[in-house]
């Protein structure tokens, strides 16, 4: 039995990953391929707890160090790895990630500026082999991004979405150069376009990577 194919959803806050996904499932579903859906954080019950300490405004805004921010993203994603994507994959299951470690080393790297070496040695010890087959990046105008978030929110932003109008600069100008240093697996999409232009695209790559393997 052939593996599953491991496709990662990113972009800034506001892209329209959550969107994209559920319509990629579908197509998925309605081709007859079994289909997984993870996010990160979470996805797991450790991840779900971690999730809500890294996204919650903290009661006594004390800061997170950006140190212990990414060792709390990558405990999140080694469980999710071992206890949902792994072995998913291996019983030939489609796997669709909202988010995965390319957003480590976007926030924590080019955001927060912690040293990328040091972040990719992390990330690599957090998944192990398993590595995404295809990645959409969803590049969008951080202010259009944020706006659209306070939107979905009702101006109830989380700590991360809270960040500064410089930080996402920073994450989206990050993303970038991933997409450009790694241009095989990653299919870079404006995510201004409408959705349905945005799904038809999407639906047309993993078609064709399917078609590939």
């Known amino acids: 039995m052939a593996n599953g194919l491991f496709i990662t959803f990113e972009g800034s806050e506001g892209c329209g990953k959550s969107t994209q996904i559920q319509l990629l499932h579908a197509h998925l579903e309605e081709a007859g391929a079994r289909t997984l859906v993870v996010r990160e954080p979470g996805g797991t019950s450790a991840g779900e707890e971690i999730r809500q ?3 919650q405004h903290r ?8 140190e212990c921010e990414l060792l709390l993203f990558a405990a ?6 071992r206890e949902k994507i792994a072995p998913a994959l291996s019983a030939g299951i489609h796997v669709i990630a909202d988010r995965f470690y390319d957003s480590t080393t976007v926030y924590q790297g080019f955001g927060r500026g912690l040293d990328l070496r040091a972040i990719r040695q992390i990330n690599d010890f957090a998944v192990g082999r398993t590595h995404p087959d295809l990645t959409f990046l969803l590049d969008l105008d951080p202010a259009e991004g944020h ?3 306070m939107q979905r929110s009702q101006g109830r932003l989380d700590r991360m979405e809270s960040e500064s109008m410089d930080f996402f600069e920073k994450v989206r100008a990050g993303y970038l150069r991933l997409a450009r240093e790694e241009a095989p697996r990653f299919t870079v999409l404006d995510g ?3 959705r349905e232009r945005l799904a038809a695209e999407i639906w047309s790559a993993v078609q064709t990577k399917l078609a590939s393997r």
């Not at 009661?59 to 950006?66: G, N, Q």
Request: no cysteine; hydrophobic share 50%; charged share 20%.
């Open 53 to 55: 300490l890294v996204l």
């Open 59 to 66: 009661k006594d805004d004390t800061p997170i160090a950006p």
């Open 76 to 81: 999140s994603r080694a469980q999710l790895v």
């Open 147 to 149: 706006a659209r978030a």
């Open 192 to 194: 201004s376009l409408p």
